[in-house]
């Protein structure tokens, strides 16, 4: 269901007279709780990074995908050098300066700084950045053409990859499934569920970019668009972005085995918080956003 919002939201986004509108105070709302659960996860190893610094760095980095856009909003053509990531590169790496002064400041003698400083710039990589290779996959456009004209495909696309694999995987798992994958560390996973996610992964990267792409592209956006992608761009799509989000899934698994904690929060109870359901799109997103940049997915 939240999934569905989500995805009900993108679609009013991007119908919205400036693209982003809708999306990206979503997008910082999310950073910012993903922040707070990452907090809780540190503070249940008793390591205590600097909470404004980390908040205040995501918002930053999170932000910036918005410059290149406002840029063109203010009247001036965005004719920087300056990619559309270049700006949340900057914004992380002032976000490493914001870190430092913030230890800089509460400096009163030499005990877990490097640990401090470690824990501040992993959450704002792991939570800042890689969602801005979701925002930057809302703001998709074909070569040449308007920004954003792809923009809800390319999300839909992974997250019906990405979720598509989860229940694939979930779902051979429990019919199946005979070899444990991780068993320290994720239990209920096996080989045959990932074969079998890998699989459903690979029909939801099919209908996406075989049939949502040209279905939800708009009569201008259309024309820009000669196909989906090379032929076997599905199947690439399908494995590298499943394979991603089942990665990102045991990386969060790791930390909560750290911390010694089930979940990540429990303000939805039976999803968990919102690293819990984000987790495997945070890393899968990069590899989504590459593939789109490269051409096979959409062109």
């Given at each position: 269901?939240?999934?569905?919002?989500?995805?009900?939201?993108?679609?009013?986004?991007a119908?919205?007279?400036?693209?982003?509108?809708?999306?990206?105070?979503?997008?910082?709302?999310?950073g910012?709780?993903?922040?707070?659960?990452?907090?809780?996860?540190?503070?249940?190893?008793?390591?205590t990074?600097?909470?404004?610094?980390?908040?205040?760095?995501?918002?930053?980095?999170i932000?910036?995908?918005?410059?290149p856009?406002?840029?063109?909003?203010?009247?001036?053509?965005?004719?920087?050098?300056?990619?559309?990531?270049?700006?949340?590169?900057?914004?992380?790496?002032?976000?490493?300066?914001?870190?430092?002064?913030?230890?800089?400041?509460?400096y009163?003698g030499p005990?877990?700084?490097?640990?401090?400083?470690?824990?501040?710039?992993?959450?704002?990589?792991?939570?800042?950045?890689?969602?801005?290779?979701?925002?930057?996959?809302?703001?998709?456009?074909?070569r040449?053409?308007a920004?954003?004209?792809?923009?809800?495909p390319?999300?839909?696309?992974?997250?019906?990859?990405?979720?598509?694999?989860d229940?694939?995987?979930?779902?051979v798992?429990?019919?199946?499934?005979?070899?444990?994958m991780a068993?320290l560390?994720?239990p209920?996973?096996?080989?045959?569920?990932?074969?079998?996610g890998?699989?459903f992964?690979?029909?939801g990267?099919?209908?996406?970019l075989?049939?949502?792409?040209?279905?939800?592209?708009?009569?201008?956006?259309?024309?820009?668009?000669?196909?989906?992608g090379?032929?076997?761009?599905?199947?690439?799509y399908?494995?590298?972005?499943?394979?991603?989000?089942?990665?990102?899934?045991l990386?969060?698994?790791l930390?909560?085995?750290?911390?010694?904690l089930k979940?990540?929060?429990a303000?939805?109870?039976?999803?968990?918080?919102?690293?819990?359901?984000?987790?495997?799109l945070?890393?899968?997103?990069?590899?989504?956003?590459?593939?789109?940049?490269?051409?096979?997915?959409?062109?």
């Amino acid at each position: 269901m939240l999934i569905a919002a989500i995805v009900a939201l993108c679609w009013i986004d991007a119908r919205a007279s400036v693209p982003g509108i809708w999306f990206l105070p979503l997008a910082v709302v999310v950073g910012l709780l993903a922040t707070s659960e990452l907090l809780r996860l540190f503070a249940a190893r008793g390591m205590t990074p600097l909470p404004w610094a980390m908040y205040l760095g995501n918002t930053l980095v999170i932000l910036s995908n918005w410059a290149p856009h406002a840029w063109g909003q203010f009247g001036h053509a965005d004719n920087t050098t300056l990619g559309p990531l270049a700006w949340p590169a900057v914004a992380l790496a002032a976000a490493v300066l914001l870190i430092f002064s913030g230890e800089m400041l509460r400096y009163t003698g030499p005990h877990g700084i490097t640990e401090r400083l470690a824990l501040a710039l992993f959450a704002v990589v792991y939570v800042g950045f890689c969602l801005s290779f979701i925002i930057a996959l809302r703001f998709l456009g074909p070569r040449g053409g308007a920004p954003g004209a792809w923009g809800l495909p390319a999300l839909a696309s992974l997250i019906l990859v990405v979720k598509l694999g989860d229940t694939g995987a979930y779902t051979v798992g429990r019919l199946v499934g005979r070899h444990k994958m991780a068993p320290l560390l994720s239990p209920g996973k096996t080989i045959e569920g990932a074969v079998g996610g890998l699989a459903f992964s690979c029909l939801g990267a099919w209908f996406a970019l075989e049939w949502l792409l040209p279905a939800m592209s708009d009569a201008t956006t259309r024309n820009a668009v000669t196909s989906a992608g090379p032929w076997w761009g599905w199947i690439v799509y399908g494995l590298l972005v499943g394979a991603a989000g089942m990665l990102g899934d045991l990386a969060e698994s790791l930390l909560k085995r750290d911390a010694g904690l089930k979940d990540s929060s429990a303000w939805m109870p039976g999803f968990g918080g919102v690293l819990d359901i984000i987790d495997s799109l945070l890393l899968a997103a990069p590899i989504a956003w590459l593939c789109w940049a490269l051409g096979i997915a959409g062109r």
